[in-house]
Each structure stands twice: as structure tokens, then as C-alpha cells.
């Protein structure tokens, strides 16, 4: 047994002792994320992870980093953590996979007030559920105490990833062509982006989020809001197996207009057709209650789409057929056409 304890950093504000506590109820949490190529459990000064790039030509390693913004906030007054967590997985991800990269492991970062074991098992229980779902493996982190720099009953999470992908089956933007067909892939909701604006459209901090809304069908705010985000790692893995996959984008911050011209090359635009979309009505109580224009939306948010894939017009039926067996809806919004790199929704 640990026999590590310090009164005097105790009275400054640091339950050394908590950390540890935190430690032991996340660890059967981590050991479901175990996969091949973890070297070492959690506990040491650094996570080990041998990869086996035996089938690689030229591998190389991708990284993303990310947290889970002020969608924080919505976890904190609903009193449910083991979400978010899902989260920070997720938007770390969902980036590496735009360039074909498969996820090899992750590490978390928790920086909290008062370090309350239970409530961080639980924002580790997520982060967990996340790297499964991903394919990938917890192999460490850190949790950080903050007392007089943050109020005790607040806590920031974050994190990063850590892929690999043979470099001549990377996705490669220069592949885009005119005439390339553009799937949607929905997304699960607002995911983690926009959550500033959330914040003061809904004021969550004087909001009932627990009360049930008809224009939610029966869910209630909170709910709705602290909806994980969706991770597309292993269906865009399957679709890039079956079709020749030119581009994805990760839709974030910035909404259409930003991130789908990341996978564009120059000289060329997206067009997207609106009546394709399938907007959930979330996004419709937004801009209804903030009056927000259109194009905010769409610069701002998902908008029902979660990722979106460029595919080969002649390779369209294999991408969707793949990304349906491996539990992904899929959906023609537009293509791609000669234009100036931006994005023309009719």
C-alpha cells in the first residue's frame, strides 16, 4: 500500500491521497481499452506502445489534440460526468481519421478544484468508452488539482491521440476531382462545438435542463445538450477499405464553411444541397430561441452532419455500402465543382 501523505500540502489544498483513490477506481475502466501493442498499464512516469507496422511500407504517426470546451459546463450543473469523456476521445479522433490514420492510443489530461475520486473515475469511465469505441488504447494521463485556481467543483478535460497510417494509403486532398460525390455522415447532435453560443442562447445557468421539451420529442435540454459526440473512426476505416476515398472533413468549430474546404484543393468548391440535409431539431430550437441567421448556423455548427466524405462518383455505392455494415448511415448531400475553394449551399 502507497504510504505517500503529506499533511502540509493536505492544509494548502491537495489530497494527495484522493489522487491515488481516483487512480484505483479507473483502472478497470482502462483495462477495457487494452489492445495489442500496449507495452505498460497505467501508473508510470510514461505510457508504452510498441506498434506493429510489419504490413507498412513507410508508416507514419499522426497526432490530434482537443478538449471538450465549455460543453464542460453542461456536465457540471447536470451532475453527470461519465460522458464527456466520449468527448475529448472523440474530437481528437475524428481529426487523425480525415488523413486515413488509425488511432493507436490516448492520453487525458483533468484539471479539477478538489480532486473527488468518484467524479473523475467517471470522467475516465468515458474517456474509455470513447478509445473502444475508437479502437484504441487509454495507456495514460494525468489528474491535476487546482485548489484557489479553480472553484472546487470545477474541472477542465482534455487530451490527445496518437495514430498511424501507411503513407501511400494516406487520404490525400489532391485526389479531389470534379464530379466527386459528397457523403454525409450524421452527426449525434451538437457534438462539442458552438457551446459559448449554446451557453447564452439556452442560459443554462438559470435553465431548467432537466424539464422534457416538445420541440426536443420529449428529451430534455441537458440531456440533449451533454449528447456524446459521435466517433466515425471504424466506419471511415471500412470505407476507405472498399473505395477510393479523396477526402474527408472533420465537421467542428467553424461548421461547413471551414471544415469542409480543408480536404479541398485549390480551383475547387463544394456544393451542397440543402433539402439533402437532415437537421435534427435541436438545431432548429437554437436558432429559433438566438435568432440566429442561417449562414451562423452553418458556420458555427454540425447542423446534423457529423463528418463528411469525397468520394469517387464510380466508388459511391461501395462507400455507403461499407459504411452501412459497419453501423454508419450514410448520404449524397452535393459534389464537388470547379470553383474558388469555398463552400455554396442551394
Known amino acids: 500500500m502507497n504510504n505517500s501523505h503529506s499533511e502540509s500540502y493536505a492544509a494548502a489544498g491537495v489530497d494527495i491521497e484522493a489522487g491515488y483513490k481516483g487512480v484505483q477506481l479507473m483502472k478497470k475502466h482502462v483495462e477495457r ?3 495489442p501493442g500496449v507495452v505498460s498499464g497505467i501508473g508510470g512516469f510514461g505510457g508504452l506502445f510498441s506498434p506493429d507496422v510489419s504490413d507498412m511500407k513507410e508508416p507514419i504517426l499522426v ?3 482537443d478538449g471538450v470546451g465549455t460543453k464542460i459546463r453542461v456536465a457540471q450543473l447536470m451532475g453527470k460526468h461519465n460522458t464527456i469523456g466520449i468527448d475529448c476521445v472523440a474530437m481528437c479522433v475524428n481529426d487523425i481519421i480525415c488523413c486515413g490514420a488509425k488511432p493507436l492510443f490516448f492520453l487525458d489530461y483533468i484539471a479539477i478544484g478538489k480532486n473527488d475520486p468518484e467524479k473523475v473515475a467517471s470522467m475516465v469511465s468515458g474517456v474509455a468508452e470513447g478509445c473502444v469505441q475508437a479502437g484504441c488504447a487509454l495507456i495514460g494521463g494525468e489528474t491535476a488539482e487546482h485548489p484557489g485556481v479553480m472553484n472546487p467543483n470545477d474541472y477542465d478535460l482534455a487530451g490527445f491521440a496518437v495514430g498511424i497510417v501507411d503513407k501511400e494509403k494516406m487520404i490525400d486532398p489532391s485526389m479531389v476531382k470534379p ?3 459528397i457523403l454525409a455522415l450524421p452527426s449525434s447532435g451538437l457534438h462539442s462545438n458552438g457551446f459559448s453560443l449554446v451557453r447564452k442562447v439556452f442560459d443554462i445557468e438559470r435553465a431548467d ?5 416538445d420541440e426536443l420529442d420529449g428529451r430534455s435540454l441537458g440531456d ?4 456524446p459526440t459521435k466517433i ?3 466506419p471511415v476505416l471500412a470505407a476507405m477499405e472498399a473505395a477510393q476515398i479523396h ?3 472533420h465537421i467542428t468549430g467553424g461548421g461547413f464553411y471551414e471544415n469542409i474546404p480543408r480536404c479541398l484543393p485549390g480551383g475547387l468548391s463544394a456544393k451542397i444541397d440543402k433539402s439533402s440535409l437532415q437537421i435534427p431539431p435541436i438545431f432548429s430550437l437554437l436558432q429559433k430561441t438566438g435568432d440566429i441567421p442561417e449562414r ?6 454540425n447542423m446534423g452532419t457529423g463528418m463528411v466524405l469525397v468520394v469517387d462518383k464510380e466508388d459511391m455505392v461501395k462507400a455507403i455500402t461499407a459504411l452501412d455494415g459497419a453501423g454508419q448511415r450514410a448520404r449524397v448531400i452535393g459534389e464537388v465543382v470547379p470553383g474558388d475553394g469555398g463552400v455554396e449551399l442551394l
Open 33 to 35: 481499452t487494452m489492445i
Open 63 to 65: 497526432s490530434g489534440t
Open 179 to 181: 464530379g466527386d460525390v
Open 209 to 213: 435542463l432537466s424539464k422534457p421539451l
Open 224 to 227: 440533449e445538450l451533454l449528447s
Open 232 to 234: 466515425y473512426v471504424k
Open 247 to 249: 477526402g474527408v472533413s
Open 296 to 301: 451562423d448556423m452553418f458556420n458555427t455548427f
